[in-house]
T-cell receptor, first 114, second 110 residues
Framework: DVKVTQSSRYLVKRTGEKVFLECVQD?????MFWYRQDPGLGLRLIYF???????EKGDIPEGYSVSREKKERFSLILESASTNQTSMYLC?????????????FGPGTRLLVL | DAKTTQPPSMDCAEGRAANLPCNHS???????VYWYRQIHSQGPQYIIH???NNETNEMASLIITEDRKSSTLILPHATLRDTAVYYC???????????FGDGTTLTVKP
């Protein structure tokens, strides 16, 4: 089974802090994604990566950056956390084989910024 | 990638079939229809996907209309544990271009 793990299930940070959210997948997937999920807004793509050291902006990249130094690990960084970044953050991975792209999700991290 | 339209909520009696509709009228020829579900406080879980033929696996069946403008996810014998938000999305060949809308909240009642 594909396993996608996220470093924390719950996180509380203060405004202005630098926040690191880590995601690791064990299926040698090329693609990795970071989403945030808010009530009434569905899942919104922040950034994705299709290879080591490669990254692409999603729909809402402002206030975030990412790092992909190793194939299995994709980090989301909040340079200076703000209260409007309080949300559920979901990481996913997928294989780049063919034209099909089944995404496998981690359990999510609930971030509260005070 | 094409957008999808789903009803916001549906109820289903336990043990009965749950039929969840999805419209994707702007789908293009190389785009797949995917279904995921999200149980409260967990990450979305992949259910099934298809291109134009009907598909079945151990979780569900997917019926895609001949013109591919709509599809139906069928849970043949719904249980209380199937209560979740179900997302229908259309995915092409570009990584990261899938968009999850609000989905359908399915409530299975005893």
């Amino acid at each position: 089974d594909v396993k996608v793990t996220q470093s924390s299930r719950y996180l509380v940070k203060r405004t202005g802090e630098k926040v690191f959210l880590e995601c690791v997948q064990d299926m040698d997937h090329e693609n990795m994604f970071w989403y945030r999920q808010d009530p009434g807004l569905g899942l919104r793509l922040i950034y994705f990566s299709y290879d080591v050291k490669m990254k692409e902006k999603g729909d809402i990249p402002e206030g975030y950056s990412v790092s992909r130094e190793k194939k299995e690990r994709f980090s989301l960084i909040l340079e200076s956390a703000s209260t409007n970044q309080t949300s559920m953050y979901l990481c996913a991975s997928s294989s780049a084989q063919g034209s099909q792209e089944t995404q496998y999700f981690g359990p999510g991290t609930r971030l509260l910024v005070l | 990638d094409a957008k999808t339209t789903q009803p916001p909520s549906m109820d289903c009696a336990e043990g009965r079939a749950a039929n969840l509709p999805c419209n994707h009228s702007t789908i293009s020829g190389n785009e797949y229809v995917y279904w995921y579900r999200q149980i409260h406080s967990q990450g979305p879980q992949y259910i099934i996907h298809g291109l134009k033929n009907n598909e079945t696996n151990e979780m569900a069946s997917l019926i895609i209309t001949e013109d591919r403008k709509s599809s139906t996810l069928i849970l043949p014998h719904a249980t209380l544990r199937d209560t979740a938000v179900y997302y229908c999305i259309v995915i092409g060949t570009n990584a990261g271009k899938s968009t999850f809308g609000d989905g359908t909240t399915l409530t299975v009642k005893p």
